[in-house]
């Protein structure tokens, strides 16, 4: 199994450029979730999704911010504008499950995509 | 307002010591902590768990202890080796079911 990839690994921007980050989550998982990591704020849960259907998007920090699941294998992430203090690791993750269930069904992450802007 | 919280941006161990990485909550209602470990340039992943029905979890090196009057949990790794430095994520389970995050402790284990 591939795991969940992502792309770009790298995205170097300018301000007010448009930004589409893409996830493509492991096979048979049925939920995935888009996290942002900063040195101040740590892991931020932006949006998840569970059967390709947005279930909690209260994380996403801006309407510069949405995200789509058109299907179970394919989700992206888009910044429009995108602003200098978007800057960040964003990741990916995918588990079975929406919940993290007792007995560590956990998510698994994405090698995550470095965003840059400029 | 931060629900976990790892007050120690970093931590420096040596080789073949114990590390002991911490993890306060305010939340009394979380029941389920999990650790993730992540290095430089991958995604995080799972390390280990712990229910509230127990103060104490281990995994080979790797202990997980819970004070459940104290909101506080800890990871010991003993001994310490250079693979182990990497960044060290606390996270607990909210009523959602979800995900709440720490902001991550970076272990750097010395020769």
């Known amino acids: 199994d591939a795991g969940v990839i992502q792309s770009p690994r790298h995205e170097v921007t300018e301000m007010g450029q448009e930004v589409t980050l893409r996830c493509k989550p492991i096979?048979?998982?049925?939920?995935l979730f888009w996290y942002r990591q900063t040195m101040m704020r740590g892991l931020e849960l932006l949006i998840y999704?569970?059967?390709?259907?947005?279930?909690?998007d209260s994380g996403m920090p801006e309407d510069r911010f949405s995200a789509k699941m058109p299907n179970a294998s394919f989700s992206t992430l888009k910044i429009q504008p995108s602003e200098p203090r978007d800057s960040a690791v964003y990741f990916c993750?995918?588990?079975?499950?929406?919940?993290?269930?007792?007995?560590?069904?956990?998510?698994?992450f994405g090698p995550g995509t470095r965003l840059t802007v400029l | 307002d931060q629900q976990v919280k790892q007050n120690s941006p970093s931590l420096s161990v040596q080789e073949g010591r114990i590390s002991i990485l911490n993890c306060d909550y305010t939340?009394?209602?979380?029941?389920?902590f999990l650790w993730y470990k992540k290095y430089p340039a991958e995604g995080p992943t799972f390390l280990i768990s712990?229910?509230?029905i127990k103060d104490k979890n281990e995994d080979g090196r790797f202990t997980v202890f819970l004070n459940k009057s104290a909101k506080h949990l800890s990871l010991h790794i003993v001994p310490s080796q250079p693979g182990d430095s990497a960044v060290y994520f606390c996270?607990?389970?909210?009523?959602?079911?979800?995900?709440?995050w720490g902001a991550g402790t970076k272990l750097i284990i010395k020769p």
């Open positions: 096979s048979g998982h049925n939920s």
């Open positions: 712990i229910s509230s």
């Open positions: 996270a607990a389970i909210d009523s959602n079911y979800q995900l709440i």
């Open positions: 939340n009394s209602m979380f029941d389920y």
């Open positions: 999704f569970n059967n390709n259907v947005p279930i909690d």
């Open positions: 993750a995918s588990s079975l499950n929406p919940t993290a269930l007792a007995g560590g069904d956990t998510q698994y």
